[in-house]
């Protein structure tokens, strides 16, 4: 069994990865809340990323980076410090994990790190600066370090659209919304957390030995087709 570090999986895509994950290893989340689900495999720190110091680790193969943020606002609405809040979320909160579970990354078996983009990194898409902003930051992280780090850890990063999560609730909260989410994708469809936790398990399982530096989007055909 592997051990696999999961910050942030008490909602969400990273509760559909714990999940996904509590069969065949062990699993320690790191969260402000527990998650709801319960396994003799699955270990819990109530901790804030941002602000409380992160345990101590002995040795993890995979670490999954998972706290996110949807702050959707006209340019001229968005404050400076809309934008500090998100780079802080996504971006230092990762490098602080990161920096903290490195060493405890290079004892893993084909030790991995995975992150979190969006498609409105590769599609331009009004009231998304701030978060645009912030998950390039990612982009560009998972590639200097996928270089930094070569051949010892794995760094990849997936890019999913919109997710039927608690974080996009407000886009996902009448029938007409969810209606022209729908239409807006040429599958007619949008994610749920299952879908993106399979790309996860994939990416950070032995299967995903040769792939590093990349970011996987997943989004329904919204990025890459046109009909």
Known sequence: MKNILVIGGSRGIGAAIVASQLEHNNVINISRNAPEISSNNLTHYSCDVLEDELPDIESIDALVYCPGSINLKPIARLKIEDFKHDYDINVIGAVKAI???????????????????????????????????????????????????????????????????????????????????????PLKKYLEPTEVADMADFLISDKARSTSGQIFTIDCGIVSVKL
């Open 99 to 185: 920096q903290k579970y490195t060493p405890a990354l290079k004892k893993g078996t084909n030790p991995n790190i995975l992150l979190f983009s969006t498609v409105a990194t590769h599609l331009g898409m009004p009231f998304h600066a701030s978060i645009a902003a912030a998950k390039s930051a990612v982009e560009g992280l998972v590639k200097t370090l996928a270089a930094e780090f070569a051949p010892t850890i794995r760094v990849n990063a997936i890019a999913p659209t919109i997710t039927n999560t608690d974080l996009a609730s407000k886009l996902l909260r009448n029938d007409k919304m969810i209606e022209n989410i729908t239409e807006r994708h």
